[in-house]
């Protein structure tokens, strides 16, 4: 596929680009010779992070797995950009420049080399210098390269510099040159180093020299490649990369000052492929850089002298010629299988004659093989009763002749031969054989002749193509729209079922749930569909609408393996894939893999395999269908904030606009890492549905006199082919005017209160001479009810001493025993709770300080020991934010079951509050306690934790220690003492990385 090339007006601050590194999440990061530029989907994006980045020569840029960014700038040192803020590293070679930045993983280890002036590792917060011989002062390093150590060899450093060659520095001993050996020019300036594993689990060692060429050590032995024995393009070689096509192919790459030059297992260096022709127009190759889009397709970046190159080494279109490429391109196809299952492929082309392709070896057909005429308009293959039948093409001048061995026997016909005249042959089916000229008629080729129909009579003038449904021919015309022959008799359809007055092109069959449908390509028209289900009664089909097209001239649509439909148009191929509202559209172009953008009308064929044939102005493609394998989401990030033109960064995720008509300016990318111009976006504020935009390819949005109060922005996206990626939500607080604020609503409220207040002390006067009225009542009421109060009272006592009396024996009756006992068994119930913790089940911590004041004083009185653990649990709070607090209080159940289960039976667990536990261990020293705290941690770090197996990191605890020694009189002199001892011990567990046991006595 070619190239897709970026510079100066894409957005690169400088058109030298020294060094391409991408990070995980599809982020590509670019040093050229004035600052630092990010690609991210359709944008490139200059950085001016810190003072000192602005307007210098980057020479290095490296990411690392986990997001971080490093450059390395000129004279200003270097710079590291992590969790979204820059930070300055420093310079490891004072005023002198670093050369590269290489960050390198090591037995599972990722270490950050810096090379320049010397050698220097980033360790903790400085630069660690790698010690190097007295003789190489002065001598600059240019790469490094590290080889882990294995069984039978310590750890080796290979470093490349400029004068010295190449330097090997084995663990334990003193950096020496090393000579490579073999016929070719200067080894003393080493550009790059690159270590390819190998299938025996050694590695190769690959080395790039200025003026040296490339050289290979592998099992001991030196080999060399230059331009004076190999096809590399330059002996003047800035860097190397491993690079893999497919999962089972593996290639080398060289950037050279001359171009790009690939090897593969054959050992020889080539520079045929398209990605190499492309680079030749800048030359100087500085840097490559391998990378994979959100599909897991390989592709490589290339750093130039005239800017950055992405070349894809996958998808769906392959170039298999460009012959007719000078002319009209191909003008007809014919794919048939071998015997092999292997697909042997028929060109006829503008103006060189014939082609056959198969086992990747091409042969041509021209004049000496019988063609008169050179434009061949139309090739298949026409039964004869053989097997194989034989091969007819037609030709421009209106010639007809068949293959016989390999060469070309004119057929002859009933039209003149003549300059202006032409012959296109097509299939109605697989032995139904139509000619048409282009001026005098159409003919019906009858197995021993043809029967002619000339122009001017009841059949058309022209055809351009024919399909056989059961005892019906329909053809595509020149002027009067679509024909059917039954039984030698002639129909049209145009204008009376709805078709255009318009030149139809290209006719298949695509069955439409279950329904036989005709496609054709017309001129103006775009693609039209007419339903033969009845065939005296076809039916322009308008519903459902086809995805609009950026041209009306429609050549034809032909479906794939996959069921995917193709249609050829005068500017690119698209794909129409069909939905349960209608169909999504993906564009391909020359940029996609095609030779041209503009087909030509009959040439495309599906082979055996599903794939389809197309030939265009500009040679021959090849698609291969996606199968219908689901595409990822790609990743949708955002790339700049900016409020009222100035960058700001979110708080706590929330954004604060300083002002009520402030504005929000929001840029953002999908990362798909192939057909970002195709990207579609659109933002929504989650609390105005109304206000969705519709979908769109701006990735930048404004939003700017939001409504006060807290707004909810959402971002969504899909890539070319319609899937559709992870939202992105964010909240913006928009200041409130002035009346809506706060202190002014308090205001308001006060006044009203004041007027409530007003009324209500006038209504409290009224009231209060209503209420002397009714006070005097009620005392009059009072005196009588007082009086026949006494006389109750003594009946009530009465018939309440009898409810609960045995009339026989006076003693109290079954009603006041059951009574008595269900007050009882409450009352026990309302003790158990008070003393137990709701959520856990566990002793809560009343029942804590009392145990443990008891157990305390019966240790000092007993002279026994009396442990204390102090348990927390680590990053509960991450987790309760990630999770929710249902299933961090599901998680607090299942530690305190964990807890339970461990205990000895004279131990007492209780919950001390929130995510902290405390353990009393009566009998047990300061030992045995320590035992219990790393039995019970690692119970905690082992457990299923259903409720939150998604976490990360998983749920442990850190254990304090603390033991009353028996006899002990020291400085824990009451239960407090003890309870403050382990809980100190519990903070020196979580200070030192959590998921530990401490003791008092640490």
Sequence with gaps: MPPDVFGTGEGLPDPTVNSIASLPNGQVWMGTMQGLARQDGARLTHINGLPGMNGRAVHSVATSTDGDVYAAYESTGIFRLQHGVWASLGSPFGAQRSRRIRIIEVNGEQRIYATGDGVARWVGQHWQHLPLPVDMQGYEIFDIAVQAASDNQPETIWLGSFGAGLLRCITGQACTRVKITGAGPRTNEVRSLLLQPREDGQQTLWVAMLGGGVARFQAGVWTRWSTANSSLPSDFVNDLAQVKPDPSHTEIWAGTRGGLAMMSNEQVWRTDRTASAQTQQTSRIRSISTHTTSQGQPTVWVGTDGGAMRIPLAGPWQVISTLGNDANGIWGLWVESVEDGQQRVWLATDGDGVARLEHGQWQHYGKAEGIPNQTVRSVLRVPNGSKQGSLWIGTWAGHVLRLQGDHFIEVATPWRKQDDESASLMLADNSDLWASSRTQGIAHWNGRGWDWMPAGHEAPNRIYAAVKLGQDVWFSTLERGLARLRAGQWRYFQSNIGLPQDTLYDLRVITVDGHPQLWTGSNKHGLLRIDVSDPDQPRLITQPALPTLPIPLVYGALQDGAGDVLVCTDYGVFLWRATATGYTSTAYHRQ?????????????????????????????????????????????????????????????????LPKRDSSLELKYSLLTGEKEAASRYRVQLSDVPAKRDPWGNADSHVLARLPSGRQHVRIEAMDFAGTLAAPIELTVDVPYLWWQTPVARTLMAMCLLLLFWAVLRLRLQHLRKQEDLLREMVKQRTAQLQASDGALRKANDDLHRLSYTDALTGLANRRRLFEALTSQFRNDDLHRLSYTDALTGLANRRRLFEALTSQFRNAQAQQRPLGVLMIDLDHFKQLNDSLGHLTGDRCLKEIAQCLLAQLPPQGLAARYGGEEFCVLLPGLDATASTAMAELLRRCVETMPTPCCDSHRPRLTISVGVAALAAGQSGPIHDADALLAAADRALYAAKDAGRNRVKTAQD
């Design 592 to 656: 996609d893999g095609l030779p041209h953008d503009e087909c030509n009308g009959s040439a495309m064929q599906k082979d055996a395999n599903g794939r389809v044939w197309i030939g265009t102005v500009g040679g021959a493609a090849v698609y291969t269908p996606w199968r219908n394998a689901a595409r990822k989401p790609s990743q949708l990030i955002i790339s700049d904030l900016m409020v009222d033109g100035n960058p700001i960064a979110m708080r706590g995720g929330v954004i604060q």
